[in-house]
């Protein structure tokens, strides 16, 4: 059965810069990930504890009260999970640049229910880009002060996700697909959005107070323009036009608040991350320049942090520069 999207939720995605899909995946297709995460969760337990750096490796606790647990101990804890290398440009700490690179995550991004709701977007020839995040967000109650604005684990502000990119992309036909795989709400810090914002084409972003590289769309920007919140159950997706205002608040439950954003765009195109590794996901002109196989998606990662990690790689990964200017601006204040 094929998922692409009708007429009206793409004039509606035209029209708002963002649509949810409610129900998109199912339990076949969220539970590799849940078993693939658990036994992560299970080999960097057992390593940082046998290095000294957590006290307990806690195997007695559910997912999510272990990673709320531990990632106190260890703050670093998110980046053995995520779906990406770090945004550091010159990573100091080779244990901590590190990421996941399963087969279950790999099947996610080329999940074909995905691919279809994408190709009602982007067209048939679809490259999965490799700007891409988990987010596993612990209650802030137990969130320890470094990690409440790291956007991987607390908040995060208001941004488009050109941002993240380098000025290459700039043409790139981007587009959002946010998974969760935990129901999202607005008590537990689901997607906001400003209805409309991608009408307004690129914004002025300001450097993170916390985290430098956190950027934030400035209040005087958002004003008073309707803010819609995006509550989707476990399994329904959330698209996002790349030129659209968006951010998550914090986690008020008590449990564990778990997504994956994606992204595509069309294949050809920059990717604004070319430190990175992309792959065609979806050719109808050219099946045979798929990639399947996770062993090599895998291969390309391991590939891409070498050459970061021994100066083969001298480009930056992510570059700030074009708002250098509103770093001390009033407006940024
Ligand atoms: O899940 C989140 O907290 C943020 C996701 C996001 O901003 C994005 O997908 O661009």
């Known amino acids: 059965m094929a998922h692409h999207l009708t007429a009206e939720q793409i004039e509606q995605f035209n029209e708002d810069g963002f649509l949810a899909v409610p129900s998109l995946l199912d339990e076949t297709d969220l539970i590799p990930l849940d078993e693939e995460y658990a036994a992560v969760m299970d080999d960097v337990a057992a390593r940082l504890f046998s290095e000294g750096l957590i006290s307990d490796p806690r195997r007695e606790l559910s997912f999510g009260e272990r990673y709320s647990r531990l990632i106190v101990e260890y703050p670093e804890l998110h980046r053995f999970f ?15 640049f590190c990421m996941h690179t399963g087969p279950a995550a790999f099947s996610l991004l080329r999940n ?10 982007l067209g048939p020839e679809i490259s999965s880009n490799p700007v891409q995040q988990v987010r596993l967000k612990p209650p802030i109650q137990m969130l320890s002060p470094e990690n409440v604005e790291q956007s991987n684990v607390g908040i995060t502000t ?6 993240a990119l380098l000025p290459e992309a700039d ?15 607005v008590e537990n810090g689901c997607l906001n959005s400003i209805k409309g914002s991608h009408k307004l084409g690129q914004v002025i972003h300001c450097p993170g107070v916390q985290v430098a590289s956190e950027m934030f769309v400035p209040d005087s920007i958002i004003g008073d323009q309707t803010e819609v919140a995006l509550p989707v159950k476990r399994g329904g997706i959330v698209l996002f036009n790349k030129h659209n205002i968006h951010c998550a608040r914090s986690n008020h439950s008590t449990d564990l608040r778990w997504s994956f954003d ?54 930056p990964i992510f570059d700030q520069a074009r708002w250098d200017e509103y770093n001390d601006a009033p407006i940024c204040a």
Request: with cysteine; glycine share 4%; aromatic share 8%.
């Open 262 to 315: 994606l992204r595509y765009n069309c294949t050809g195109q920059p990717t604004g991350r070319p430190a990175f590794p992309g792959f065609i996901a979806r050719s109808r002109a050219n099946p045979d320049s798929e990639l399947h196989d996770p062993v090599q998606w895998k291969r390309q990662w391991d590939e891409a942090r070498d050459n970061i990690l021994n100066g083969r790689y001298t480009g």
């Open 158 to 163: 208001w941004h488009q996700d050109t941002v």
């Open 112 to 121: 074909e229910k995905i691919l279809d709701v994408v190709e009602s977007i």
């Open 171 to 185: 043409d790139t036909s981007l587009l959002t697909v946010w998974v969760a795989l935990t129901e999202a709400t």
């Open 82 to 96: 995520n779906v990406s290398l770090p945004l550091i440009n010159t990573p100091d700490k080779p244990r901590d």
